[in-house]
């Protein structure tokens, strides 16, 4: 069963940093690109960033502007996306996805298979 968990979401004040983390099991992780996503009260589902789990490449949503930065850990079947400088408009139910089928990353929601719970991120100014 494919099963992925986030966590490290919390409430912060602007400026701050978190890093979430997406425990991915049940399908072969290097086969795969992970992405996060975020969907704030009121709109949208958007993408963040993803990461293509067998090459390392990377994409980034133009409003991140290198605040963010998405890495990886094979051994533990682990993504990560850093998040510093947060500000309020961060605000948002953050999901990671796995993408079984083209793994290779992209900030397309349509693109992936699965998707995980989400995990709070709330900034406040």
């Known amino acids: 069963e494919v099963q992925l968990v986030e966590s490290g979401g919390d409430l912060v004040q602007a400026g701050g940093s978190l890093r979430l983390s997406c425990q991915a099991s049940g399908f072969t992780f290097g086969d795969s690109a992970i992405g996060w996503f975020r969907q704030a009260p009121g709109k949208g589902r958007e993408g963040v960033s993803s990461i293509s789990i067998g090459d390392g490449i990377t994409y980034y949503a133009d409003y991140i502007k290198d605040r963010f930065t998405i890495s990886k850990d094979n051994a533990k079947k682990m993504v990560y996306l850093q998040m510093n400088n947060l500000k309020p408009e961060d605000t948002a139910l953050y999901y990671c996805?796995?993408?079984?089928?083209?793994?290779?990353?992209?900030?397309?929601?349509?693109?992936?298979?699965?998707w995980g719970q989400g995990t709070q991120v709330t900034v406040s100014s």
């Open positions: 996805a796995a993408d079984l089928t083209n793994r290779l990353g992209s900030l397309w929601a349509r693109a992936y298979d699965y």
